[in-house]
């Protein structure tokens, strides 16, 4: 199993460590409701080095990113970071993932860590036009420092005017006493804040000063359990559980990163899927009594017929009830239909709602 | 790690204590810290009578679901309903407010089969 170059920090932090795609990983440090609570109300940290990094550079660098990517990388301009997906040839997705443009010629692509090798074997497989690719993802660290205290909190820590860096913005600069780090205004929280790229050797030393900077905020360690109930109360997609290889981006809804006004793998099955409508719908449901969704529990209709099926799940922290998101037929997803989700003996009545769940 | 001497304990991490022919249980101090933070315990046992190592209930923790198995046969006489709005209680006490069934035992020989605190802490090495 693999370190990042803070796994021995969070141990001393006391953190309980889980393996988590091949890496030692902090899942919680004093509770994962707590944890939640310090990112939507103040500001929190987590350790996210295991992410994938790729930098794609050259001349044909766009022509390459087009191909293989869902949404339209030529409006990217230097500075600016979009979602995307790659979807496979069979209409699913090999991988979620972020693009960065980091000058004029040079892309970074930020993948799963789950997907590292399979998303760089895919990327090649398309890369006939002769674009230069490199795997940093073992020498780059990435922190995500999130919650609306972030910006006040991080301030000190730079030159740059951190309430200028747009969404989906980010610089390349001094952060921490270091220099040439990209400071992103992304996360996977809804909660705001950055996302700060830097060196294995020179993450100890933004940690540490992170903690410093932001003590008079409340700030804490934050575990991959608490950005697991953050994320799914925005409603955003774990690839593994809510994507993978076999769901298709229009059905998961993510027609949004779907540009057809270009050519990209498998875009004309995807039109047609869109246009057609999907035959079944990624939805959100809050459950109506008490209970817990998890991944994998069955969804049923009236009739106690199973439906679709809990793609991710959980006791929110901010609602104080059972929410997921799950597929179903079409025909079942309309905002307000009911279903139920089956826990254990009880099918457990749940109602379609728009996304996010959480809502400042 | 904190084991009280005069209870029983089992492998799957929950606490017995026996007061004349009627038992009760909860999880262990370990067994909460490792499950974190506990949102929901699930009873539907009540009033029926199980065998030990029957499945009486579930606790869910925000990440994890877990069964709770009777450690001894018997009847389900009572539940902590207070824990319906704070099962948060399992974790701030696990052996006091946070105890959660009481069983009228069928048979106090199995007793004998607990684990006392001793082999409980060298099984999870505290």
Redesign the interface.
Known sequence: MKNTALSSTHEALGA?MVPFAGYNMP??YE???TEHETVRNAVGVFDVSHMGEFLIEGEYALELIQKVSSNDASKLTVGKAQYSCLPNDDGGVVDDLIIYRVKEDTYLLVVNASNIEKDWNWIQSKNDVGATMRDLSENYSLLAIQGPKAIEAMQSLTSHDLSAINFYNFVVGDFAGIEHVIISATGYTGSGGFEIYCKNNEVKQIWDKVFEAGADFGIKPIGL?AR??LRLEMGYCLYGNDIDDTTSPIEAGLGWVCKFTKDFTNSEALKREKEQGPERKLIAFELDE???P?HGYDIVDSNGKTIGIVTSG??S?SLGKGIGLGYVPTVFADIGSKLNIQI???AIPATVVKLPFYKK | MNIPSDLKYTKDHEWVKIEGDVATIGVTDFAQSEL??I??V?V?TLDETLEAEEVFG?V?A??T?SDLFLPLSGEIIEFNEALEDEPEKV?SDPYGDGWMIKVKCSDLSQVDSLMSADDYKSLIGA
Do not use: C
Request: aromatic residues 4%; proline residues 3%.
């Open positions: 309980k899942v919680q509770g994962v409701n359990a697991d109930t008490r209970g817990i998890r959980t006791m922290p254990r003996k009880n | 974190g933070d949102v929901y699930e539907e579930t869910e925000v990440k679901v974790n």
